[in-house]
């Protein structure tokens, strides 16, 4: 190789090596200073599919005192002590409008508006979820019964409890605290991608 060429690999070498380190570091300082921006920005996903089709959640990690400043006393009581609102008291029970339902503590979209049906217990209710990653199931051994908690996979946000009693075509009924989710509407996304959403029946 001649001396010139050394010299450009070089220069490409250190370039792209200085590209790396300033988005990486933009990335980490972004994610730190403005994580309730992150958490309410639309069109943000949180999660990554590799290759093989495998789900990765962006881990979403708060001190319960951050938690206390960021949420409603409501929003903190259901999302990080487990609480549950009055049956039928939630302004999402009855909500048929098309679009996404998201984590109110992290924004992980968690539903989708076509899987949610009219269970009749109080609470909205789903038969799937957006993407079961997006969902962390546990045993739950509270009150004298056996049932399945869910939580957000990304922030660890209390939303419910998952049923065997839903209907077709999974059978399962995900049965969420309104307050644990924040709602979506489709026209609200349609300025970020005009493009793949040209639905417009009415
Ligand atoms: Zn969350």
Redesign the pocket.
């Known amino acids: 190789m001649k001396p010139s060429t050394y010299w450009i690999t070089g220069t490409v070498v250190v370039g792209v090596l200085a590209v790396c380190v300033v988005a990486s570091k933009d990335a980490d300082s972004r994610g730190r200073r403005t994580p309730a921006l992150a958490?309410v920005m639309p069109g943000q996903s949180f999660s990554h599919r590799d290759a093989k089709g495998n789900i990765t959640v962006e881990k979403?990690e708060r001190s319960e005192e951050e938690w206390k400043q960021i949420l409603s006393a409501r929003q903190y009581h259901i999302?990080r002590e487990k609480g549950t609102e009055r049956a039928g008291s939630g302004a999402l029970l009855h909500n048929k409008d098309v679009g996404t339902y998201?984590?109110?503590?992290?924004?992980?979209a968690?539903f989708k508006s076509d899987g949610k049906f009219e269970s009749g217990c109080g609470w909205p209710s789903f038969f799937e979820p957006l993407e079961g990653a997006h969902i962390t199931e546990t045993t739950d051994r509270t009150h004298g019964m056996v049932r399945t908690e869910i939580?957000?996979?990304?922030?660890?946000?209390h939303l419910g409890h998952v049923f065997n009693d839903g209907p077709a075509p999974t059978g399962l009924r995900y049965c969420v605290n309104s307050v644990s989710i924040d709602f979506d509407g489709e026209a609200a996304d349609a300025d970020e991608k005009p493009a793949d959403d040209p639905r417009d029946d009415r």
């Open positions: 958490a979403l999302l998201k984590c109110s503590g992290c924004g992980l968690l939580t957000c996979s990304r922030c660890g946000g």
